[in-house]
């Protein structure tokens, strides 16, 4: 009975990342997208999340069944990587190939690098090179997220950088954060990642907090909800994964919270 709980335990966040990993595989083996993602039963703004597609379904069920526990851990990890030029002698491209070949990860967060001269972003060529030979490398598809919070140019060079969430709202149009969602969505799936870190769905009600101040839409729940509705649709209707977050606790304090436990 014990062997079978922690089966069955394991395969409830195991099978959430296949869900996820299932539309990153099916999108990547088309440049044209057929319908948008919001269409194709993953995710529905309106009813909620849907069921799988059969095909996709008896896709993870099969998947599903070949795998070792070890191989079902290792989709639970996500780790970290920097999409400069790297050679395949390198420690950095040999780390993240034992990810792959012996962890199993199930993807990788694109990351800056510091410097002595400051931060260092990854280039767009570099990421999608090395995007999709560790997708080559992998036997299953790998998801790769990254915070694209204001638009892709907060990792990579030469992405397209978009103001503030405030800025965006300011506005007074939810459609602006609509085009926010879409460029963002097209730019991260050109190098080939599937995640969007974003956007941020605090409400502002504390004018002294650092840390969410001008991330946020404002300080009005309902305004805030439709910005942050709008941008969630300008991702997934072109092919991206968004995450709307935000930090319950944040609200409450006057100091980074970051770095200091006081209330």
């Not at 069955?8 to 869900?19: A, E, Y």
């Amino acid at each position: 009975m014990g062997g079978r709980r922690v089966r069955f335990l394991l395969l409830i966040p195991v099978s959430i990342v296949f869900l996820m990993a299932y539309n990153a595989r099916s999108q990547s083996r088309s440049t044209s997208a057929k319908k948008p993602v919001a269409k194709q039963g993953l995710v529905h703004l309106k009813s909620g999340a849907k069921k799988l597609p059969p095909a996709a379904n008896a896709w993870v069920e099969s998947t599903l069944r070949k795998m070792s526990v070890d191989e079902k851990i290792g989709q639970l990890l996500f780790t970290t990587y920097h999409g400069g030029f790297t050679a395949r002698d390198t420690a950095a491209y040999r780390r993240v190939l034992h990810d792959v070949t012996d962890l199993h990860v199930g993807g990788f967060i694109n990351i800056t690098q510091g410097s002595p001269l400051g931060i260092v972003k990854s280039q767009a060529y570099p990421t999608a090179v090395l995007n999709n030979q560790l997708q080559a490398k992998s036997k299953l598809p790998l998801l790769i997220g990254a915070d694209f919070e204001r638009g892709t140019a907060m990792r990579l060079d030469e992405g397209t950088s978009f103001p503030t969430a405030m800025a965006v709202a300011a506005s007074g149009n939810p459609k602006d954060a609509y085009t926010v969602g879409k460029i963002t969505a097209l730019e991260a799936r050109a190098v080939g990642i599937h995640w969007v870190y974003a956007p941020d769905a605090d409400v502002n009600n504390n004018p002294g907090n650092p840390i969410i101040n001008t991330r946020s839409f404002g300080e009005d729940p309902e305004r805030v909800a439709q910005f942050v509705t709008e941008f969630v649709r300008g991702v997934q209707e072109n092919g991206g994964a968004a995450t709307a977050h935000g930090c319950r606790l944040a609200h409450r304090s006057s100091c980074d919270s970051r770095r200091s436990r006081s209330p």
